[in-house]
């Protein structure tokens, strides 16, 4: 067993600069907020982490798992933190407390004896911290802030009607001769041009990817993304985004700098006759797309098994790819619209849906093949959960048991922003 941290040391908590891509997802999980940001860096505070780890599996780069163990007295402040560009090194500890500390690694769990309040449990997060059992091994974190890719763009195409608010477009990538493997399911980071308000290089934005692991274009070392242009912020006020509209404006033939990949938990099951229920709003769709296509490009080996979508916009026009999703086969996916201000039907969300092909979902739900998938906004997550709940719930089965099942066995997944 390791040895307990002499009471002088502290196993900090530190998230790193270079490879964070400011998505928020730590300070939303930390059950105690002790983690904070300003416009360059996020923060974890020393005088009230109590090391309960349930930031970490939620983080898509691994920027959260980072320790260094420092005197109490010297650990670095809020104020050094956020002047960072990247983290320091191990600091030497003084040789009569060196022999008390613990011989595993640094980044590992740190020890009760290291944190000064009894450990919080973790919150209890709605989806699976694990990936699907027969999922691929994902690459991870191969390009950073000081080195990224460069990728030409090869593609640029408006996927909604062109008279909607409502701008989404279709972006394609191409890497030529530089590696970037990737998987469905996983994301990267965008880099945008210029500088913030501070004269700070901008931060990377992080995009699902949108195609599968063969390529936009099979067998082309090439992905692409779904983009909408934000021209307004989460209050209707006017707000230009920085780099969804410098992704949206980009031309053939520019060049992108891109970081990652991201992510190694929301990837899709690889065994034969993996079921998929995918629920996703607007530009939640890159990833259900990059599954569907993965799915749709095996259908002649025979070895798929059930895809059901679930997928809201307000108007049918407002839905990006929905000419190809219509054009195809109906025994091969069982296609949900949620429709919420169309004129000529009731409003209808991704829960209703949800609840209206209860049988069907029970039916899946059942299956130990079945893997759920919810992409979009924030706000949807709790909408979702309480649909599945009264879908099992009204067939008489406790969805407690069921729902804690499903994120144990990496088969409820949620990625939303």
């Given at each position: ?228 242009r934000v021209t307004e912020d989460h209050q209707g006020r006017p707000a230009r985004g920085v780099c969804s509209n410098y992704l949206c404006d980009l031309a053939k033939n520019d060049t992108v700098q891109v970081i990652g990949p991201f992510g190694n938990t929301f990837l899709m099951p690889n065994h034969a ?143 939303t922003y």
């Amino acid at each position: 067993m390791n040895a307990p941290l002499p009471p002088e040391v502290l196993k900090q908590h530190l998230i790193d600069p270079e490879i964070c891509i400011r998505c928020n997802t730590c300070e939303e999980t930390c059950p105690v907020d002790a983690i904070t940001h300003d416009g360059t860096n996020y923060v974890v505070d020393p005088g009230i982490c109590n090391g309960c780890m349930a930031c970490v599996p939620p983080c898509p780069t691994g920027s959260i798992d980072n320790w260094r163990l420092v005197l109490r007295s010297e650990a670095y402040s809020l104020q050094e933190q956020f002047g960072w560009d990247e983290l320091p090194g191990e600091k030497p500890l003084p040789e009569n407390l060196a022999d008390g500390a613990p011989a595993d690694d640094a980044a590992a769990a740190p020890s009760t004896a290291a944190v000064e309040a009894p450990v919080a449990s973790a919150p209890s997060l709605p989806g699976a911290s694990v990936p699907p059992w027969s999922a691929a091994h994902p690459y991870v974190n191969l390009y950073t802030h000081k080195a990224p890719a460069t990728a030409t763009v090869v593609g640029n195409y408006r996927v909604t009607d062109e008279d909607t608010g409502s701008d989404i477009h279709h972006i394609v990538l191409d890497f030529g001769n530089v590696p970037f493997p990737v998987l469905e399911g996983q994301s990267i980071g965008i880099l945008p041009p210029g500088t913030d308000a501070q004269g700070r290089p901008h931060h990377a934005r992080q995009y699902s990817l949108a195609s599968p692991r063969d390529g936009e274009r099979a067998g082309y070392n090439n992905l692409s993304l779904t983009v909408k242009r934000v021209t307004e912020d989460h209050q209707g006020r006017p707000a230009r985004g920085v780099c969804s509209n410098y992704l949206c404006d980009l031309a053939k033939n520019d060049t992108v700098q891109v970081i990652g990949p991201f992510g190694n938990t929301f990837l899709m099951p690889n065994h034969a006759g993996a079921n998929l229920v995918m629920i996703c709003t607007g530009t939640g769709s890159a990833p259900m797309r990059a599954m569907t296509e993965r799915y749709r490009r095996r259908i002649a080996r025979g070895t798929n098994g059930r895809l059901m979508l679930f997928f809201g916009a307000r108007t049918q026009r407002e839905l990006p790819y929905f000419g190809p999703l219509m054009k195809l086969p109906r025994d091969f996916i069982d296609i949900n619209l949620a429709l919420s201000r169309e004129a000529s039907q009731p409003r209808r969300y991704v829960q209703d849906m949800i609840r209206e092909r209860a049988a069907d979902v029970l039916a899946l739900l059942a299956d130990a093949n079945t893997c759920i998938y919810v992409c979009g906004l924030k706000g949807m997550e709790a909408g979702v959960l309480e649909a599945l709940r009264d879908v099992v719930v009204q067939a008489g089965q406790d969805w407690s048991i069921l729902h804690d099942a499903l994120r144990r066995e990496g088969r409820l997944h949620f990625e939303t922003y």
